[in-house]
């Protein structure tokens, strides 16, 4: 789809698609559409902030890269704070709720990824698709403490914007043709994103199978008392 394309987008509002990135993060961080292009549009706002395809404010690049990291990241932590008070006041009809885009397995992953890793999931959530949108929702609808989540959306939303800005921006300066070969970043980028996803499959998978052989083994073990206890 064009609009999920970084350069379409730059080709058809120029600069003005660092205004648009910031509607797109927030949304994709708060308002249940996790198909929204986050990280790719990061990375690619790097680029283009390197190759001066977006200049808006003056100064030059590391001005325009530091202003570009400032307001996307108050956009994702606002869009977590959204999504937080979304699911605080209505979270429980959502979660039930299993609608074409709203599906209650993606809250039953989010919230098993919130149960595993705490508070770390709102950092470690930023960079898994999917799990970046409902997690805050999750938050919401299990009454996590305000301050603290605040506290930890905050962390997750830096590290987040300021990691892949920042890589765009690296790569951009290191291998200058990179702007002009987008579409090969971006397939990297998606990878990148792609291996979080792919290493908690393995571990539900390896869990789910280590589960399995200890129910199982538990059942033959019961066996033999019950047949005793009939003797």
Same mark, same amino acid.
């Given at each position: 789809?064009?609009?999920?394309?970084?350069?379409?987008?730059?080709d /058809?509002f120029?600069?003005?698609?660092?205004?648009?990135? *910031?509607?797109?993060?927030?949304?994709?961080?708060?308002?249940?559409?996790p198909?929204?292009? @986050?990280?790719?549009?990061? #990375?690619?706002l790097?680029?283009?902030?390197?190759?001066?395809?977006?200049? *808006?404010?003056?100064?030059?690049?590391?001005?325009? !890269?530091?202003?570009? #990291?400032?307001?996307? &990241?108050?956009?994702?932590?606002?869009?977590?704070?959204?999504?937080?008070?979304?699911?605080?006041?209505? @979270?429980?009809? =959502?979660?039930? /709720?299993?609608?074409?885009? *709203?599906?209650r397995?993606?809250?039953?992953?989010?919230h098993?990824?919130?149960?595993?890793? @705490?508070?770390?999931?709102?950092?470690?959530?930023?960079?898994?698709?999917?799990? /970046?949108?409902?997690?805050?929702?999750?938050? @919401?609808?299990?009454?996590?403490?305000?301050?603290?989540?605040? =506290?930890?959306?905050?962390?997750?939303?830096?590290?987040?914007?300021? &990691?892949? !800005? *920042?890589?765009?921006?690296?790569?951009?300066?290191?291998?200058? &043709?990179?702007?002009?070969?987008?579409?090969?970043? !971006?397939?990297?980028?998606?990878? #990148?994103?792609?291996?979080?996803?792919?290493?908690?499959?393995?571990?539900?998978?390896?869990?789910g199978?280590?589960?399995?052989?200890?129910?199982?083994?538990?059942?033959?073990?019961?066996e033999?008392?019950?047949?005793?206890?009939?003797?």
């Amino acid at each position: 789809m064009d609009w999920m394309d970084p350069t379409w987008l730059l080709d /058809r509002f120029g600069a003005e698609l660092f205004w648009i990135s *910031l509607v797109i993060v927030f949304v994709e961080c708060g308002l249940f559409f996790p198909f929204l292009p @986050g990280d790719t549009l990061l #990375f690619a706002l790097g680029l283009f902030i390197n190759a001066e395809k977006i200049d *808006l404010f003056p100064g030059g690049p590391v001005v325009e !890269l530091l202003v570009a #990291f400032v307001l996307l &990241s108050v956009a994702a932590f606002l869009g977590n704070v959204v999504g937080y008070e979304i699911g605080r006041a209505i @979270g429980p009809p =959502l979660y039930h /709720r299993d609608g074409r885009f *709203l599906k209650r397995k993606y809250f039953d992953q989010t919230h098993e990824f919130f149960q595993r890793h @705490g508070n770390k999931a709102l950092v470690i959530g930023r960079f898994v698709p999917f799990v /970046r949108t409902f997690v805050t929702v999750v938050a @919401g609808v299990t009454r996590m403490e305000r301050r603290r989540f605040f =506290l930890w959306s905050a962390v997750g939303a830096v590290l987040w914007v300021g &990691s892949i !800005l *920042l890589l765009g921006y690296t790569l951009g300066q290191a291998f200058p &043709s990179l702007g002009e070969n987008i579409d090969k970043a !971006l397939i990297a980028i998606l990878a #990148f994103t792609v291996i979080p996803i792919a290493w908690e499959w393995v571990r539900h998978r390896r869990h789910g199978r280590n589960r399995h052989r200890g129910d199982a083994a538990q059942l033959q073990a019961s066996e033999p008392a019950e047949s005793g206890q009939e003797a």
